[in-house]
């Protein structure tokens, strides 16, 4: 697996944007959102029962990473299509503020080691990465356990303090100062 200080790997693919007729779909790089943070997170598999919570926690947090200069893109090995009808069908999902990235070929879960090997799906990882497509954070769940989009805006703002940060640090808090 691909771990912090390495070069988030190319891709492009397209995504679930959005639920508007005609501009639905979109294709997206490695080489978007420039000068911005990224967020990425992955599920195994779309119409399941942990990955909408998650998907719909993030979504409700969007602003708070949007603030930080952050965007958030998820993905699953699911087509652009079984996103969309997901989506459409689920309550939570319907008004999601970020692309839902297709990787259907599996070749960005495999570039990032992510592909769960008895499953053959996406792992439940989290890379944030900065504007320069440098991984700085990485952390990946059990299948059957979902992640916490609070922990990982924590993160995130322990990152882009650049300086030493505590455990259990927030924003707006003490960094620690060494003596030397």
């Not at 399941?48 to 919570?53: D, S």
Request: proline content about 7%.
């Amino acid at each position: 697996m691909l771990g912090v200080g390495q070069k988030f790997p190319p891709f492009s693919m397209q995504a679930t944007v959005s639920l508007e007729k005609g501009k639905t779909f979109r294709t997206i790089t490695e080489e978007d959102y420039p000068d911005k943070w990224k967020v990425y997170f992955f599920w195994p598999k779309d119409f399941t029962f942990v990955c909408p919570t998650e998907i719909a926690a993030f979504g409700k947090m969007n602003k708070d990473f949007s603030d930080r200069d952050a965007q958030i893109l998820g993905g699953s090995t699911d087509s652009e299509f079984v996103h969309l009808a997901w989506r459409q069908s689920h309550p939570d999902l319907k008004e999601l503020p970020f692309p839902m990235l297709a990787d259907i070929k599996r070749e960005l879960c495999a570039a990032l080691g992510i592909l769960d090997p008895q499953e053959g799906v996406a792992q439940r990882a989290t890379f944030v990465v900065d504007p320069h497509n440098l991984i700085r954070f990485v952390a990946v769940n059990d299948l059957s356990v979902g992640r916490n989009p609070q922990e990982v805006l924590r993160v995130l703002d322990a990152l882009q303090t650049d300086e030493l940060c505590p455990c259990n640090w927030h924003k707006g808090e003490d960094v620690l100062k060494p003596v030397v």
